[in-house]
C-alpha cells in the first residue's frame, strides 16, 4: 500500500511531540537536556533559557487558541454530555495546569468565543467582534495574546482595568490606554496593572474625573480596632486614601530608615515592619504629648499609668516618698490609661500591666513595660487590700513638667545615646533612675531619649551620668555595657538619700535662723504694694480659683465614670 502524504494536522502533531521529547526528563534528570546540560557555556546558558521562555509562552498561547476553538464548538459541554465546563475540559486535557492557570485559560478563551457573532468565526479565531478589531481593547489584547507575548492572566487583568475605567477616560483615548497597560504588564506582571490606574485617569480621564474617584475613596478609608493575634502581637488592618498614605508615609518615612550607629558601630538589625511600627508609635506618641502638654493638665506626658496595687508591694515599689515631683489631679481625654497590676487583689493579675479605659482594653503588659512607659507618664495609683478592696485612687504625679522638659531640650539637643541625632521635640524624658525605684524628677537625673533608645536602654538596663557640658557640648555620657543600671543603682540611691537628707537639714537651718532673727512681729504695712497691684492680684486669684473648679468638677466626673467602669468590669470577672 502506497504511503499517505503527511497533512498539515500530522505535521504540527510531530513537531509538538518533538519539542516534548526534546525536553523531556526523567525523575533522575535524564534526558536530551540533562545530557548536555553540563557542557554548556554560560552564554548558551543564557540561549538556552531564552529558547525555552520562548517555547513556553508561544505553547501558552495556542493552548488559549484550542481552548477557544473547542468553546466555540462546545466540545466541554458535548464530552461531558451538556453537563461540562471550559474550566474542566481544560483540567482534563492539561493536567500541568491544574495547579496554576486553568482558571484564566478558559475565562479568556470563553470571552472569545462568546463574542463573536454566529457563523464568523474562521480557523484563525475570530472573524468578527471586539476580539478581532484591533482598534478595541480586546483586539489590542487578544492581537499580543496569539504571539505569546501576553499571557491569559495579563490579559484578562488589563480588560478587566478597561472595562472598570472606560467610562472615566476619554472615548479616543481607550485604545492608547489599554497599550499602555499592556505594556506595563508585560514589564513588570499582571499584580501590577491596577497600580497605574489612577495615572491613566489622571492623563487620559474626562474633566473632574480624578477629583470625583479620589473623593469616593474617602469613604472606604478604614482604620480597624485591635485584634489580639498569636503572640500577643495586637493586629490592625488599615486602608488610605492616596493623601492619608502620603501623609502617613510623609510622617513615618525618615523615621523608619534604617539607623546603624557609626560611633558604636552597633548595626540596625530590625526588620523593616517593625522599623515602621515603631516609627508609627513614635508619631502617635508625639502628638498625643503635644496635645496633652498644650492643656496644661497635669496629663501633660504622653500616657497616664494607673497602678492596681496592694498596700504593701506600694510601699515595696516607692521606696522614697519625698520626691520632688509636682502633684496635680486628673487626666486628659488624650492620655493612654494603663492599669499597672504589681501585686494581687480584685481580680488584678499579679506581676503584669493591663491596658483600661481605651480600645485595647484588657491588653496584659509586662512589667518592664509598665516601668518604660512610668518614664514618660502620669501615675494614678488604685490600691488594693488584700481582700482586692479599693484602698485608695491616687493623685495624678506629673514626672516631667512642662519647664523641665523644656530645659531638657535647650541641655541636650537630640537624643542622649551616643551616635544618635534624632532631634529633641522627637526624644522623650527618661529617668536615669526610674521613678518607680526612686528616682527624683529632676534635671539631673534626666536626659532626653527617642523611642528606639528609650527601649534598648530598658532592655540593656543602662545607666548615664549628667555632668557639665564637655568639649562636645554633651552633658549625659552613658554607660553601655549590659546590666549597669542594676550595677550602680545601690550607690545613686545612696547618693540622692543624703542629698535630700541635705537638703532638709538646710531647709530647718534655715527656718531656725530665719526664727533667731525675728524680734517681734513684723509691721503689716512695711513695703505694702500699692492698691491697683493689690487689686489685680485678687482678681488673677479670683479667676485661678474659678478656672480651678471648674476644671476639678471636669476632671471628677471623667474620673469617677472611669472608676464606676473598672469596678463594673470587676465585679462582671469576678462573677
Known amino acids: 500500500?502506497?504511503?499517505?502524504?503527511?497533512?498539515?494536522?500530522?505535521?504540527?502533531?510531530?513537531?509538538?511531540?518533538?519539542?516534548?521529547?526534546?525536553?523531556?526528563?526523567?525523575?533522575?534528570?535524564?534526558?536530551?537536556?540533562?545530557?548536555?546540560?553540563?557542557?554548556?557555556?554560560?552564554?548558551?546558558?543564557?540561549?538556552?533559557?531564552?529558547?525555552?521562555?520562548?517555547?513556553?509562552?508561544?505553547?501558552?498561547?495556542?493552548?488559549?487558541?484550542?481552548?477557544?476553538?473547542?468553546?466555540?464548538?462546545?466540545?466541554?459541554?458535548?464530552?461531558?454530555?451538556?453537563?461540562?465546563?471550559?474550566?474542566?475540559?481544560?483540567?482534563?486535557?492539561?493536567?500541568?495546569?491544574?495547579?496554576d492557570g486553568a482558571g484564566h485559560i478558559a475565562q479568556l478563551a470563553q470571552d472569545v468565543a462568546c463574542s463573536v457573532p454566529g457563523g464568523l468565526w474562521s480557523t484563525q479565531g475570530p472573524g468578527a467582534g471586539a476580539y478581532a478589531d484591533p482598534d478595541q481593547p480586546e483586539g489590542i489584547v487578544w492581537a499580543r495574546v496569539i504571539t505569546g507575548e501576553v499571557g491569559a492572566r495579563l490579559g484578562l487583568k488589563v480588560l478587566r482595568e478597561i472595562s472598570r475605567m472606560e467610562e472615566m477616560l476619554m472615548p479616543q483615548a481607550v485604545p492608547t490606554v489599554a497599550k499602555a497597560m499592556t505594556d506595563f504588564?508585560?514589564?513588570?506582571?499582571?499584580?501590577?496593572?491596577?497600580?497605574?490606574?489612577?495615572?491613566?485617569?489622571?492623563?487620559?480621564?474626562?474633566?473632574?474625573?480624578?477629583?470625583?474617584?479620589?473623593?469616593?475613596?474617602?469613604?472606604?478609608?478604614?482604620?480597624?480596632?485591635?485584634?489580639?493575634?498569636?503572640?500577643?502581637?495586637?493586629?490592625?488592618?488599615?486602608?488610605?486614601?492616596?493623601?492619608?498614605?502620603?501623609?502617613?508615609?510623609?510622617?513615618?518615612?525618615?523615621?523608619?530608615?534604617?539607623?546603624?550607629?557609626?560611633?558604636?558601630?552597633?548595626?540596625?538589625?530590625?526588620?523593616?515592619?517593625?522599623?515602621?511600627?515603631?516609627?508609627?508609635?513614635?508619631?502617635?506618641?508625639?502628638?498625643?504629648?503635644?496635645?496633652?502638654?498644650?492643656?496644661?493638665?497635669p496629663g501633660g506626658a504622653s500616657t497616664t499609668v494607673h497602678v492596681g496595687i496592694n498596700l504593701d508591694d506600694l510601699l515595696s515599689l516607692f521606696p522614697d516618698t519625698d520626691t520632688d515631683t509636682d502633684t496635680d489631679m486628673g487626666a486628659t481625654e488624650t492620655e493612654h490609661t494603663v492599669d499597672?497590676?504589681?501585686?494581687?487583689?480584685?481580680?488584678?493579675?499579679?506581676?503584669?500591666?493591663?491596658?483600661?479605659?481605651?480600645?485595647?482594653?484588657?491588653?496584659?503588659?509586662?512589667?518592664?513595660?509598665?516601668?518604660?512607659?512610668?518614664?514618660?507618664?502620669?501615675?494614678?495609683?488604685?490600691?488594693?487590700?488584700?481582700?482586692?478592696?479599693?484602698?485608695?485612687?491616687?493623685?495624678?504625679?506629673?514626672?516631667?513638667?512642662?519647664?523641665?522638659?523644656?530645659?531638657?531640650?535647650?541641655?541636650?539637643?537630640?537624643?542622649?545615646?551616643?551616635?544618635?541625632?534624632?532631634?529633641?521635640?522627637?526624644?522623650?524624658?527618661?529617668?536615669?533612675?526610674?521613678?518607680?525605684?526612686?528616682?527624683?524628677?529632676?534635671?539631673g537625673y534626666a536626659a532626653l531619649l527617642c523611642q528606639r533608645h528609650h527601649t534598648h536602654v530598658h532592655d540593656k538596663r543602662l545607666i548615664a551620668a549628667v555632668h557639665p557640658p564637655d568639649e562636645h557640648g554633651a552633658s549625659v555620657t552613658w554607660d553601655l555595657s549590659p546590666g549597669s543600671y542594676d550595677r550602680d543603682l545601690p550607690t545613686h540611691l545612696n547618693q540622692i538619700r543624703r542629698e535630700r537628707a541635705k537638703q532638709r537639714a538646710t531647709a530647718q537651718q534655715r527656718a531656725a535662723q530665719r526664727a533667731r532673727l525675728d524680734t517681734g512681729p513684723p509691721d503689716p504695712w512695711v513695703d505694702q504694694p500699692p492698691e491697683h497691684v493689690i487689686q489685680a492680684w485678687v482678681e488673677e486669684w479670683m479667676a485661678d480659683e474659678q478656672d480651678r473648679e471648674r476644671w476639678e468638677t471636669r476632671r471628677n466626673a471623667e474620673f469617677d465614670d472611669a472608676l464606676a467602669t473598672m469596678l463594673d468590669e470587676e465585679r462582671t470577672n469576678t462573677a
Open 185 to 297: 504588564g508585560v514589564q513588570w506582571g499582571a499584580g501590577e496593572v491596577p497600580k497605574v490606574r489612577t495615572e491613566m485617569i489622571a492623563r487620559f480621564g474626562r474633566p473632574g474625573e480624578l477629583d470625583d474617584v479620589q473623593d469616593r475613596l474617602r469613604s472606604g478609608a478604614y482604620l480597624s480596632s485591635p485584634r489580639l493575634n498569636d503572640g500577643d502581637v495586637t493586629a490592625y488592618e488599615l486602608a488610605l486614601t492616596p493623601q492619608q498614605a502620603a501623609m502617613l508615609e510623609a510622617a513615618i518615612g525618615p523615621l523608619s530608615r534604617p539607623a546603624p550607629n557609626e560611633v558604636t558601630g552597633e548595626r540596625d538589625l530590625r526588620p523593616a515592619g517593625q522599623r515602621r511600627a515603631e516609627a508609627l508609635a513614635a508619631v502617635c506618641g508625639r502628638v498625643a504629648g503635644e496635645d496633652a502638654a498644650a492643656k496644661a493638665t
Open 340 to 443: 499597672a497590676s504589681a501585686g494581687a487583689g480584685a481580680g488584678v493579675k499579679a506581676g503584669c500591666g493591663r491596658v483600661m479605659v481605651s480600645r485595647a482594653q484588657a491588653t496584659v503588659l509586662s512589667p518592664a513595660i509598665v516601668r518604660q512607659m512610668a518614664c514618660d507618664a502620669d501615675i494614678i495609683p488604685v490600691v488594693f487590700g488584700a481582700d482586692g478592696e479599693i484602698l485608695d485612687v491616687g493623685r495624678a504625679v506629673r514626672l516631667f513638667t512642662e519647664g523641665q522638659r523644656r530645659a531638657l531640650w535647650h541641655r541636650d539637643k537630640t537624643c542622649t545615646y551616643p551616635g544618635c541625632d534624632v532631634p529633641a521635640g522627637w526624644a522623650k524624658a527618661h529617668h536615669l533612675i526610674h521613678w518607680v525605684d526612686g528616682g527624683p524628677t529632676d534635671l
Open 1 to 99: 500500500m502506497s504511503e499517505t502524504p503527511a497533512t498539515d494536522v500530522a505535521r504540527l502533531r510531530a513537531a509538538l511531540e518533538g519539542a516534548r521529547d526534546a525536553l523531556a526528563c526523567d525523575a533522575a534528570g535524564v534526558g536530551p537536556l540533562g545530557d548536555v546540560l553540563t557542557r554548556l557555556s554560560g552564554p548558551e546558558l543564557a540561549e538556552f533559557m531564552r529558547l525555552a521562555d520562548d517555547v513556553k509562552a508561544r505553547a501558552g498561547a495556542a493552548q488559549i487558541r484550542v481552548t477557544a476553538e473547542a468553546a466555540h464548538r462546545g466540545e466541554f459541554t458535548s464530552a461531558r454530555r451538556g453537563v461540562g465546563s471550559v474550566h474542566g475540559w481544560v483540567r482534563d486535557n492539561a493536567p500541568s495546569l491544574r495547579q
